[in-house]
């Protein structure tokens, strides 16, 4: 089982990314699939999250209005939305999957995808 996101780049503030969660060898079905991000120098910490199933979605409060975390069907894949970007979301952006329905902790993530790199310039 691996996770692949992309999606990232490079874009000026204000701007717009799609990022893309893909997932080998199963679907998404069951599981609750989470973006985290990470800055240099910080911890990482909880974006988004949607249980694939239900729909449900959660966000950190600092990208509620301004990213949308959704599913693809077709694709089988988890995209984030991010529109309005800012410097402070600069980051190398992950996604995971856990079986827990509704968490923010990362140790709760037991797979993850390698990363895709997301820079806002100012």
């Known amino acids: 089982v691996q996770l692949q996101a992309s999606g990232g780049g490079l874009v000026q503030a204000g701007g717009s990314l799609r990022l893309s969660c893909a997932t080998s060898?199963?679907?998404?079905?069951?599981?609750?699939v989470g973006w985290f991000r990470q800055a240099p120098g910080k911890e990482r910490e909880f974006v988004a999250a949607?249980?694939?199933?239900?729909?449900?979605?959660w966000y950190v409060d600092s990208v509620k209005g301004r990213f949308t975390i959704s599913r693809n069907n077709f694709k089988n894949t988890v995209d984030l939305q991010m529109n309005n970007l800012k410097p402070e979301d600069t980051a190398v952006y992950y996604c995971?999957?856990?079986?827990?329905?509704?968490?923010?902790?990362?140790?709760?993530?037991?797979?993850w995808g390698q990363g895709t790199q997301v820079t806002v310039s100012s």
């Open positions: 949607i249980n694939w199933s239900a729909g449900a979605t």
């Open positions: 060898g199963r679907t998404f079905r069951g599981y609750t």
């Open positions: 995971a999957t856990t079986t827990i329905w509704d968490t923010r902790n990362l140790k709760d993530y037991d797979v």
